[in-house]
């Protein structure tokens, strides 16, 4: 194991990105051979701590080397400490011996972050040689325990998302209702009438409605909006339901 690590304490991300069709998830490619077999799987970005480091900073440098963006939303959700969580499959503990990873029990603070990965939002977004973005409906099998923190992740997003304005973290800076209602459905995985979605969020005065269209569209441009935190602060509407 590397010097400078605590080798019980590890910190696990997930990170969202939307498109504007799916949610996705950032998954880094795990390939090792053993015995002659060759193993090729997908697990969340993670490390084990620094000694110099406290959560949220271990958390941010995996996300930088991973995303090359500092400065997103993170939110810490869980932890998961039980005893067989890095052994749940025969050749993860071998993965473990072979990058010289304590065996030992290792507890994992998990994290979730928001991306924007529309063509809106790719520019300054440079994720590893390694890693790739998948649709989380596509995503049946992770490495180790991984899949349990995923699954957390999502629902903690879900609910964070019908009482905290995190959506707009996933969108670009300027966004049609559209595209915003197409966010919720794909999170909360279900439909809204346009009309009925349009008088849930109505009452949202953080909501901008700029002087501006889209541009570029095939379709009859929409008008875009902005997202003020500033106006949310000072509104103090902190929860809103979209309940169907």
């Not at 500033?230 to 902190?238: C, I």
Request: some cysteine; hydrophobic content about 40%; overall charge negative.
């Amino acid at each position: 194991m590397q010097q400078g690590l605590i080798p019980n304490v590890s910190v696990d991300c997930v990170v969202f990105g939307f498109d504007f069709t799916n949610l996705n998830v950032l998954l880094i490619e795990r390939n090792f051979s053993l015995n002659g077999i060759h193993y090729a799987d997908l697990k969340l970005p993670g490390d084990l701590m620094r000694l110099d480091e406290d959560l949220d900073t271990a958390a941010a440098r995996i996300l930088k080397e991973n995303t090359g963006l500092s400065d997103i939303y993170l939110k810490q959700f869980k932890s998961f400490g039980s005893p067989d969580r890095l052994k749940r499959k025969p050749h993860d503990l071998e993965w473990l011996r072979l990058i010289d990873h304590p065996e030992e029990h290792v507890i994992t603070i998990a994290y979730y972050s928001l991306i924007d990965i529309s063509e809106y939002g790719r520019s300054q977004l440079v994720i590893s040689d390694n890693a790739q973005w998948t649709p989380v409906q596509e995503i049946t099998d992770l490495v180790m325990d991984h899949m349990d923190i995923l699954r957390y992740a999502l629902e903690h997003l879900r609910v964070e998302l019908l009482n905290k304005p995190i959506g707009f973290e996933l969108l670009p800076e300027k966004f049609t209702l559209s595209q915003m209602q197409r966010l919720y459905e794909v999170i909360l995985g279900t439909t809204f009438d346009k009309r009925n979605f349009r008088k849930k969020i109505s009452s949202m005065k953080y909501l901008i409605p700029l002087d501006e269209k889209q541009v570029g569209v095939a379709h009859k441009p929409a008008r875009l909006y902005i997202f003020s935190n500033e106006v949310y602060l000072k509104t103090k509407k902190d929860s809103f339901d979209f309940s169907v």
